[in-house]
């Protein structure tokens, strides 16, 4: 059984075939079909991948990621694959293209084993917005696996793959991971390209690793992350070495945001564990800070208002008129669109739609827009000086655990999962959720670290440190 | 026009750039291609693709700004314009709203009674549409998104303009301008130039502007006359009436030669802009402009003054000669090799230009060096060959045979005049004692009969003889 990279490394100095590894986690993915994770298993070219790299382990020419067998989830294009974004709209859909993180994972000689399910377009906490059903908790099927990344989370804590790619804009890898306890991380924005990557919005979105321990998720970090002429907003500045990760014996000052702790709406036994866990780390020697950080209240519909704004413009290629579904008994152009549009998106996606075209219209701009921009620039400020100050933010991920599938149905109370997680979105940070607990209802929860932009390093470190402690 | 009103006109220009790429990928950007050919996922605005940032793009429009006299900005960003159509396959236009690279510039424009100065709003970057083809299938309407993704500058004037002859004369200084910078090739037939015209009318004296309307679709500087002379007759004839103008996007229909009604503005998109953020803000800096200006192409408006005031050309043949850059590029390439300006100048204007005109050629097509104008020109002023002669059987040989020198050519054609004074002298003799009558007469005070002499003179030489001298002499042997 291989849980991590380094369980396959050492499988492979042992004479174990790539080939062979990959058929290890086709028989898991046939065993687990009930899970719903994947949407396609991309068996032939997978196979033909690990045949490849086993030559190359031969020759002792394979890449670092030889033997690493990878799930992306399904809004992350793979040339002559199909990429649906979990909708209707895009079923059957196949892509001319790779995303740049999928050429850098195969030139890294990984092995792209399927794509894997997720909310429609991302847009969802619970997994269960996919046209394709909802995806189950791998710890229990009656569980949520969080989302919108939920199929990524659901494949790496149920070994269906070694690591899985997921996309984060508000939460999306953190959220999951922390309800299948796991490793999430969301790099700082700009760090990873999203060449290739389905829209949501734009400047919230990164691609980044669900894994079962943090050395995986740097190493895959390592190998995505940077400059990349197909993204413009992609940063230039060089990737240092974040694996391996050294083990540091430094004495950490990590800030924590007292409303977020105090907040009404978390569980107390996950309050608890983070208050035990602050009080632990301060009888370790490290500097735990509390902050105040008066704007929890205004995170959610922040991000929601600019969100859906960019959704509300990154979703209207999705027309019916040049690719994807087109509404059999539409008559001309615009009964296409709005019959295609209708018909192909979800209700949640549509709902997004109609909040950001609402927020971007003539007379609404300047109170919802406007105002939304500047909250986001007085937050990413309030977080960097909190950060000038102190090495890293600490959060709970999630103020529940995974809840039971079809139990939140109020869209607000959806939006509220994503409460602490949209501030390193907001920010633009890079942030962690690292697997802290097990709540009495036995579902795991998570931790989130948030760290200073392009410090994914530190983070790493300081993460992988954490685990341990923990 | 109605004497009681006047036109107010701005006008929106849309110019296609000739960069070597699409402006947000690496598709070629060229004009005539098949249908859906440089298309790449990017154009095609597939799933996760993203923009890319033509650098070329921002040097051209600082070009043009700096041209048109215009505030370059430091700090922008783009912006998405939102609205669905089926050759806009991302469903938004990659544009400049709040932030355009170029304000409050102006421009000259020449009209019967001298210059007039036109305000430039603005001048911001953009990207084209693809091309919808309603009339290739019975069906259904065609998408040819080769166009798509085309690099663009609009061009927004002040309401500065007071007529059709106004809007004619700026935009026939827009599309120079833009040739010469070599940033547009102007052809408005194909649509690498676009114009649409706002216009509403006035009483005259009255401040505040009347309803405006918008016309499209006029696909040549002439259409755009037409369409506002027409427009204009429209509005007042309404206002006339009592009726009020509507506003109101309309249509020019080429063959009457009137406009019709689009769409109302309460019918008009909601655009929806906002900042692209799949595309960082750009910082243009002094260097940055700095450099384009050094790389700036010579003007129109700086020939004319150094073909005025240096080669001491009127302004009249200045305007012949800059009004094609290649003609122009030509011409000061022949004045490399002559310091015979005005010469230079009337063989341009006069025998290449009529030659090119009879056979439908442009300048870029004549095989002809400027060099073998320049010497053409030297072997006249070293009294060689007469210019009547050169021009009427030289010069045609010259452009059959462009590589021969015209010397030889001259030669060959033996049409190298005599300036021999014995052999004008012989030839003087001899027609003296063919005409006596004429010799007497002259002698009695007749002094016009030299023009019958100089005839006579050239007729018998062929033509060969240089004229100065065979005048001299013809007065010396006849006094």
């Known amino acids: 059984m291989y849980t991590t990279f380094d369980d396959i490394q050492l499988a492979l100095q042992k004479g174990v075939s790539v080939t062979a590894i990959v058929q290890y986690y086709l028989d898991n993915i046939e065993d687990r079909q009930d899970l719903n994770a994947f949407l396609e298993v991309f068996r032939e070219s997978a196979l033909k991948q690990a045949a490849m790299v086993d030559e190359k382990i031969k020759n002792g020419t394979a890449g670092l990621l030889a033997g690493m067998v990878v799930g992306i989830k399904d809004n992350i294009c793979y040339s002559n694959h199909k990429v649906s974004a979990a909708s ?101 924005y700009g760090r990873v390209s999203r060449n290739g990557l389905i829209a949501y919005a734009s400047s919230f979105d990164q691609i980044g690793p669900f894994a079962n321990n943090v050395r995986d998720a740097a190493l895959v970090t390592q190998i995505i992350a940077g400059a990349d002429e197909y993204d413009a907003t992609v940063s230039h500045k060089e990737v240092p070495n974040y694996f391996p990760i050294q083990k540091s014996a430094k004495k950490y000052k990590i800030a924590y945001i007292k409303e977020c702790i105090d907040s009404d709406g978390i569980d107390p036994d996950i309050k608890g564990r983070i208050e035990q866990l602050v009080n632990c780390l301060r009888a370790d020697g490290h500097e735990l800070i509390p902050v105040s950080f008066p704007m929890l209240n205004v995170m959610v519909p922040t991000y929601y208002v600019l969100t859906t704004a960019e959704a509300s413009s990154n979703l209207a290629r999705f027309d019916g008129v040049h690719y994807g579904y087109r509404s ?80 939140v149905k109020d869209p607000i109370q959806m939006y509220l999962q994503d409460i602490y997680t949209v501030h390193a979105n907001l920010a633009g940070n890079p942030a962690i959720s690292i697997p802290i607990g097990k709540h009495p209802n036995g579902m795991p929860f998570g931790m989130q670290l948030i760290g200073k932009n392009f410090g994914e390093r530190e983070l790493f470190e300081a993460a992988d440190f954490l685990m341990d402690f923990c | 026009m109605n004497e009681a009103y006047e036109a107010v006109i701005g006008l929106e220009v849309h110019a296609q750039l000739l960069t070597k790429s699409k402006a947000y990928s690496n598709d070629i950007n060229e004009y005539g291609a098949r249908p859906n050919t440089n298309v790449s996922a990017i154009t095609l605005g597939h799933p996760g693709t993203l923009p890319k940032m033509n650098k070329q793009t921002i040097d051209y429009a600082i070009r043009l700004g700096l041209a048109m006299n215009c505030k370059i ?55 084209d549409a693809g091309k919808s083809i309603h009339d290739m299938d019975v069906y259904d309407t065609l998408v040819d998104l080769n166009r798509a993704g085309t690099p663009l500058l609009e061009i927004v004037t002040e309401p500065d303009l007071r007529s059709a002859e106004e809007a004619h004369a700026y935009l026939t200084e827009v599309r120079q301008l833009v040739r010469y910078l070599d940033i547009c090739d102007g052809n408005m037939e194909e649509g690498s130039l676009r114009c649409d015209a706002n216009i509403s009318v006035r009483k005259k004296g009255a401040e505040a502007f009347g309803t405006k309307v918008e016309v499209k679709n006029m696909n040549s500087i002439r259409n755009v006359q037409r369409a506002i002379d027409f427009e204009i007759k429209r509005q007042i004839e309404a206002l006339g009436k009592g009726e009020e103008i509507a506003q109101e996007t309309r249509s020019f229909d080429a063959v009457n030669g009137t406009t019709i009604s689009m769409r109302s503005k309460e019918a008009a998109n909601d655009y929806r802009y906002f900042p692209e953020p799949d595309l960082p803000p750009i910082y243009v800096s002094e260097e940055q402009i700095a450099k384009v200006k050094s790389n700036m192409p010579v003007l129109p408006n700086e020939l004319f003054l150094r073909y005025t005031e240096k080669y001491g050309l009127s302004a009249y043949d200045a305007n012949i000669l800059i009004s094609s850059k290649a003609f122009a590029n030509y011409y000061n390439a022949v004045v490399q090799h002559t310091s015979n300006y005005k010469a230079a100048a009337n063989w341009m204007i006069g025998d290449v230009r009529s030659f090119l005109n009879q056979r439908g050629m442009e300048i870029e097509e004549l095989s002809l060096a400027p060099q073998q104008i320049a010497n053409l020109i030297a072997i006249i002023d070293e009294g060689k060959v007469a210019t009547s002669i050169a021009s009427q059987r030289l010069f045609p040989v010259m452009l059959e045979r462009p590589n021969e020198s015209p010397l030889a050519l001259a030669e060959e054609l033996n049409i190298i005049q005599d300036s021999n004074q014995d052999a004008i002298a012989d030839y003087i003799e001899q027609i003296m004692a063919n005409h006596p009558d004429e010799v007497n007469r002259y002698k009695s005070g007749e002094q016009q009969l030299i023009g019958f002499f100089m005839g006579q003179l050239m007729k018998a030489s062929k033509g060969k003889l240089d004229p100065k001298t065979a005048n001299q002499l013809l007065r010396e042997k006849l006094s």
């Not at chain 2, 000259?108 to 709003?121: F, P, R, S, V």
């Open chain 1, 328 to 407: 059999k008994d539409a008559v001309g152009v615009e009964e296409t669109y709005t019959k295609s549009r209708s018909e192909g998106f979800g209700a949640e996606v549509k709902r997004r739609i109609m909040a950001g075209t609402f927020v971007l219209s003539q007379g609404y701009y300047d109170a919802f827009y406007t105002k939304a921009q500047k909250v986001r620039r007085v937050i990413k400020d309030k977080t960097n000086e909190i950060l000038s100050t102190n090495d890293f933010i600490l959060l709970p991920t999630t103020p529940t655990t995974a809840f039971k599938l079809n139990d």
């Open chain 1, 88 to 188: 209707k709209i895009l079923e059957n859909f196949t892509s001319i293209y790779s995303a740049t993180v999928v050429e850098k994972l195969l030139a890294a000689d990984a092995v792209i084993i399927g794509r894997l399910n997720c909310d429609e377009f991302a847009m969802g906490s619970s997994n269960e917005n996919s046209a394709y059903g909802a995806v189950k908790n791998a710890i229990n099927e009656d569980y949520v696996p969080g989302g919108s990344s939920g199929g990524s989370a659901t494949a790496v804590a149920a070994n269906l793959c070694t690591v899985s790619l997921g996309s984060d804009t508000g939460g999306s890898i953190r959220q999951p991971a922390s309800f299948s306890g796991i490793v999430g991380m969301k790099p700082t």
């Open chain 2, 73 to 127: 900005a430091g700090h922008q960003h783009f912006a998405r314009k939102n609205y669905f159509y089926p050759d806009l396959p991302k469903g938004y236009q990659i544009t400049q709203d709040t932030t355009p690279i170029c304000t409050n510039g102006w421009l000259d424009i020449t009209l019967a009674d001298g210059k007039k100065k036109i305000g430039i709003t603005r001048i911001h970057m953009e990207e």
